[in-house]
Every structure is written in C-alpha cells, then in structure tokens.
C-alpha cells in the first residue's frame, strides 16, 4: 500500500511541472484521489477530508476556463 503514496506523491509532483494549467489540474485531482485511497486505508480521516476539498476546489477551476471556452464558441456563431 505504500506504493500507492509514492505513485500519488509522484503525480502531484509532476503535475506541477506542467504548463497547462487544466492538465495541471487534472493530474492534481488523480494524485489527490490516490492519497484519499491510501489514507482512508490507514485511518487518516483528516487527510481523506483535506484532499477530499482539494478536488472539489480543482473542479471549480477546471469547469470555469472549460465554460467560458464553450461560451466563446457559441458567440461566434
């Protein structure tokens, strides 16, 4: 089970070393979702809650840039 915090510690890293900052996002969740598996696993509620809220917040800022791109395309039209 350890494995699975190296993996995740090893995603949020990279995702930091993105560009996109959708990418970044996503990769951020994937990792956050990792460590709300691995620490629910070891009984670290507390951690499971805080990355549990880091998602959230990583979803309302990839659906912000997503809507505004989709508006933008259906004014020029």
């Known amino acids: ?3 699975l915090a190296y993996v ?10 993105v560009k996109d900052i959708v990418l970044l996002r996503l ?5 956050c979702m ?3 598996m691995y620490s629910h696993y070891h009984g670290r ?3 499971v809650f805080l990355n549990c809220m880091v998602i959230l917040v990583n979803l309302v800022y990839i659906y912000k840039p997503i809507v505004s791109l989709w508006k933008g395309r259906l004014k020029k039209r």
């Open 1 to 3: 089970m350890e494995i």
């Open 27 to 31: 990769l951020n969740v994937i990792g």
């Open 34 to 36: 990792l460590f709300i």
């Open 8 to 17: 995740a510690s090893l995603i949020v890293l990279i995702s930091f070393m």
């Open 45 to 47: 509620y507390p951690l």
